[in-house]
């Protein structure tokens, strides 16, 4: 057992705090990570604000990269002094999506995290299974990716969360190619590693649309060939125009509104793609034609994760990173200590980075 520090969320909207926590040993198919970097991510002030559930206190912190320290029984795939990516899906073999040959939808619930708890002993809650404001935590050995210890940590632990969503829901989801026209809604984190993705991918015509002209600056650094404004122009419109009127062979919208969808369901091609990544609140509705939806075909997917594979994705991605053909440090705006995850929270909201990174 070991005690360290880790940011908390004790109840519903009230600023975190930090809390001394207990890291027990790793049990049979576990590690325990030295956690080097961190990246504050929407999906943590989510939890913090009750909009995942109310399973309080929560052990914050989720798109990790750090140091194996120990390995329980049975680990043969990580070992003491790797470097790995922390994700949120241990895949598990045995279920029927792994079974059938898509992992990517592995319904594993591997949870180690939640073996640690506050020093009074309450068990903590860990976002996304993970729990990685913390000097150190405890994972199900699969949470644990090994990568290129080259990677700066604060960049490859990026590749946790937002930053494979967004890759993943161009490349892997909408299976954007050579050639292709592609128009991303929302160039945030998740959106503008979509553009990332697309350029990786040979997309020729990449569209960023938003209401704000500094993510739309954002969007250019990361390959887009075109922007959108949508508070001045029609998206839908301006995606057609861009395309020769056809619409976008691939939509992502990585905002996760009825409105953004609409939009999305609208700009693509005839025969083409929409891809949600953003994430939807559970009181929010669509309503479209049902004759639309049949007479436009294609096809319309919800993307998880980015549809990734941890283990084939982020050896993958990292190596392209450090040849210099995906620039993952771009996603860094600024790195902080565990002590200014409050501040980054409203940093956040209010669109002023695309992620804060917590370095140890």
Known sequence: MQQ????????????VSIEIVNVPDPGPGEAVVRVQACGVCHTDLHYREGGINDDFPFLLGHEAAGIVESVGEGVTDVAPDDFVILNWRAVCGNCR????????YCFSTHNAAQKMTLTSGQELSPALGIGAFVEKTLVHA?????VNPAAKPEVAGLLGCGVMAGIGAAINTGKVGRGDSIAVIGCGGVGNAAIAGARLAGASTIIAVDVDDRKLGWAKDFGATHTINSREQDAVEGIQALT????????????????TFTQAFYARDLAGTVVLVGVPTPDMRIELPLLDVFGRGGATKSSWYGDCLPSRDFPMLIDLHLQGRLPLEKFVSETIGLDDVE???H?????EVLRSVVVF
Not at 4 to 15: F, H, L
Request: proline content about 6%.
């Open 4 to 15: 360290v520090r880790a940011v908390v969320a004790k109840a519903k909207g009230e600023p």
């Open 142 to 146: 699969g949470q644990a990716t090994l």
């Open 343 to 345: 501040a980054a929270f």
């Open 97 to 104: 999506a792994c079974r059938r040959g898509e992992p990517w």
């Open 347 to 351: 940093k956040m909201h209010q669109g």
């Open 244 to 259: 020769d009127g056809n619409g976008a062979n691939v939509v992502v919208d990585a905002v996760g509104r009825p409105e």
